[in-house]
């Protein structure tokens, strides 16, 4: 089946740096993808990987990629304030398909 | 960097008014979605559109409607607006890639409140 698992909650400090996990199901999965959602808002692409890479680096983020496991991780480094929100990650199959799974997001407080 | 964009942000409505959620993108991308997003933050995936005059109903039943009449613009139709349908509304849309789905590019949604 297809499914996407995220935790529910992170708490961690300003300065200091979070990750965020989600697991994936499906091995045929091509892209997987981070989003940040603030209240109020739709959601934001922070960044997305392709399924035959094992790392991504974006300034602050850092995306691992766990094939075998199927575990993605999203690693934010020096976490600040304005990063609380909720985090979303999705997989999505090679084109020919509508299909993207979106896990249930972690919401991520940042303590000042 | 798309810009997609839906309006209203928040509407409150009384049960059995027909209501149309507005989404617009101005990147000429062809492929756009609608999804469901619940209070406990899980998306729903209720409509998708490949193109013009192309729309398919996505893994939600949903009592809506859309259409798909020009690339920009995919409007989201409530014929009666129940209590059921309090939820916030996404639209989506990404353009065409050759090397496997290209990622989606959301609106700032509608948050519907009907009373």
């Known amino acids: 089946g297809e499914d996407v698992e995220q935790s529910l909650f992170l708490s961690v400090r300003e300065g200091d740096s979070s990750v965020i996990n989600c697991t994936y199901t499906?091995?045929?999965?091509?892209?997987l993808y981070w989003y940040k959602q603030e209240p109020g808002a739709g959601l934001q692409l922070l960044t997305y990987?392709?399924?035959?890479?094992d790392m991504k680096q974006d300034q602050r983020l850092t995306v691992l990629l766990n094939k075998k496991d199927k575990h993605l991780s999203l690693r934010i480094a020096d976490t600040q304030t304005g990063d609380s929100a909720i985090y979303f990650c999705?997989?999505?199959?090679?084109?020919?398909?509508?299909?993207?799974?979106f896990g249930t997001g972690t919401r991520l407080k940042v303590l000042a | 960097e798309a810009d997609i964009y839906q309006t209203p942000r928040y509407l409150v409505i009384g049960t059995g008014k027909k209501i149309t959620l507005e989404c617009s993108q101005t990147?000429?991308?062809?492929?756009m979605y609608w999804y469901q997003q619940d209070p406990g933050m899980e998306l729903h995936l209720i409509h998708y559109?490949?193109?013009?005059?192309?729309?398919e109903k996505g893994d939600l039943s949903s009592e809506s409607t859309v259409s798909r009449i020009r690339t920009e613009h995919f409007p989201l139709t409530l014929e009666s607006a129940r209590p059921s349908h309090t939820s916030q509304y996404l639209c989506?849309?990404?353009?065409?890639?050759?090397?496997?789905?290209?990622?989606?590019?959301f609106g700032n949604g509608t948050r519907l409140t009907v009373t």
């Open positions: 999705a997989e999505s199959k090679a084109s020919g398909t509508y299909k993207y799974i």
């Open positions: 990987i392709f399924s035959n890479m």
């Open positions: 990147m000429g991308h062809d492929k």
């Open positions: 499906d091995s045929s999965s091509t892209y």
């Open positions: 989506a849309s990404r353009p065409s890639s050759p090397f496997g789905n290209s990622p989606l590019h």
């Open positions: 559109s490949y193109g013009v005059n192309s729309t």
